[in-house]
């Protein structure tokens, strides 16, 4: 008996199968996390795109943000939300502040637009980190009126 349990002991068949196991677990949680803080990224710019672009249409009165010519604010919510939708970002009204009369940097007659969402990961029960982050974007444009 004990010369059947040395060689069990001694035996190394199944050891890469043993190894590759303990190292693919974390090699895979790596590499979506690493998928995911990208994801967190990609979804930031697109963010700071957005409002940019709601910043820029409510400052120069474009007809997307404006009505005959005069500023519409549920104009502006629906236009920001329709850029946010074409990045593939559900916008919910409740995230978008919009500020005719703003001051940026000190300097007062723009227009501001402050987005916020909540980023959610695809993988919430491997990567809690990345379950809900939340992101803040804010972009300004003069207003030409």
């Not at 909540?118 to 379950?131: I, R, Y």
């Amino acid at each position: 008996m004990s010369a059947r349990r040395h060689g069990f002991l001694r035996d190394s068949r199944g050891a890469n199968a043993v190894e590759f196991a303990l190292v693919a677990v974390p090699f895979v949680l790596l590499l979506l996390a690493i998928v995911e803080f990208g994801r967190v990224m990609w979804t930031r710019e697109a963010l700071q795109e957005t409002a940019t672009a709601g910043a820029r249409c409510m400052g120069v009165l474009n007809t997307n943000c404006a009505s005959a010519g005069v500023y519409s604010a549920s104009s502006s919510t629906a236009y920001v939300q329709d850029v946010a939708k074409g990045w593939g970002i559900l916008l919910p009204s409740s995230g978008v502040k919009l500020d005719r009369n703003a001051t940026c940097a000190g300097v007062s007659g723009f227009s501001s637009v402050t987005l916020s969402y909540a980023f959610h990961t695809g993988a919430p029960a491997l990567l809690a980190p990345l379950n809900s982050v939340p992101l803040e974007v804010n972009a300004c444009f003069p207003n030409n009126s």
